[in-house]
T-cell receptor, first 113, second 114 residues
Framework: GENVGLHLPTLSVQEGDNSIINCAYS??????FIWYKQESGKGPQFIID?????DKRQGQRVTVLLNKTVKHLSLQIAATQPGDSAVYFC????????????FGAGTRLAVHP | DTGVSQDPRHKITKRGQNVTFRCDPI?????LYWYRQTLGQGPEFLTY????????KSRLLSDRFSAERPKGSFSTLEIQRTEQGDSAMYLC????????????FGQGTRLTVV
């Protein structure tokens, strides 16, 4: 399959460790943010979202933190597993738009057993 | 499988030929989006449909590109007179109406122009 992670920054972690993936978004008018996971040859898969009126949201093994002051978003994955290996993208939606998403550059997560 | 479906998954075409891709969104999703993704990059927005109306087009969508959603269900993306720079993954996504709902992506169509 295609290498989605080509030329992307890579975060390497050991299985069982916690992972933190960071993203700087571009538009202070963005009001909704999503993290997607993309495996080679596949489309982006929704992980977790957060609205701009929140600063933290938790899912199953994942937590998203939003810092609007510095326009920063992070994804925390607890007890990282080999199946978490993929490219992770943050995406933002600008308020008043048609829900189109603006994607960041992506980070490749490599989980080593 | 009730997810977003795209066809074909892969397409190889000679430069100058026309190609057409199809997207079947999740049923009852009235919002449909096309994105393009090149290697090592995040998806880039191309166009948006709400039901059958095409409400927004990116400047990336040159005159050679046309998208339709004639009955507000499936959508097609056509590229005329393909160029090597058109080689990319073309992704379709859909979402229900309402405020700030997540978009669900299909597996994409990988286009290679030779």
């Amino acid at each position: 399959g295609e290498n989605v992670g080509l030329h992307l920054p890579t975060l390497s972690v050991q299985e069982g460790d916690n992972s933190i993936i960071n993203c700087a978004y571009s538009n202070s008018a963005s009001d909704y943010f999503i993290w997607y996971k993309q495996e080679s040859g596949k489309g982006p898969q929704f992980i977790i979202d957060i609205r701009s009126n929140m600063d933290k949201r938790q899912g199953q093994r994942v937590t998203v933190l939003l810092n609007k002051t510095v326009k920063h978003l992070s994804l925390q994955i607890a007890a990282t597993q080999p199946g978490d290996s993929a490219v992770y993208f943050c995406a933002e939606k600008v308020a008043g738009g048609y829900n189109k998403l603006i994607f960041g550059a992506g980070t490749r997560l490599a989980v080593h057993p | 499988d009730t997810g977003v479906s795209q066809d074909p998954r892969h397409k190889i075409t000679k430069r100058g030929q026309n190609v057409t891709f199809r997207c079947d969104p999740i049923s009852e999703h009235n919002r449909l989006y096309w994105y393009r993704q090149t290697l090592g990059q995040g998806p880039e927005f191309l166009t948006y449909f709400q039901n059958e109306a095409q409400l927004e087009k990116s400047r990336l969508l040159s005159d050679r590109f046309s998208a339709e959603r004639p009955k507000g269900s499936f959508s097609t993306l056509e590229i005329q007179r393909t160029e090597q720079g058109d080689s990319a993954m073309y992704l379709c996504a859909s979402s229900p109406g309402g405020v700030a709902t997540e978009a669900f992506f299909g597996q994409g169509t990988r286009l290679t122009v030779v």
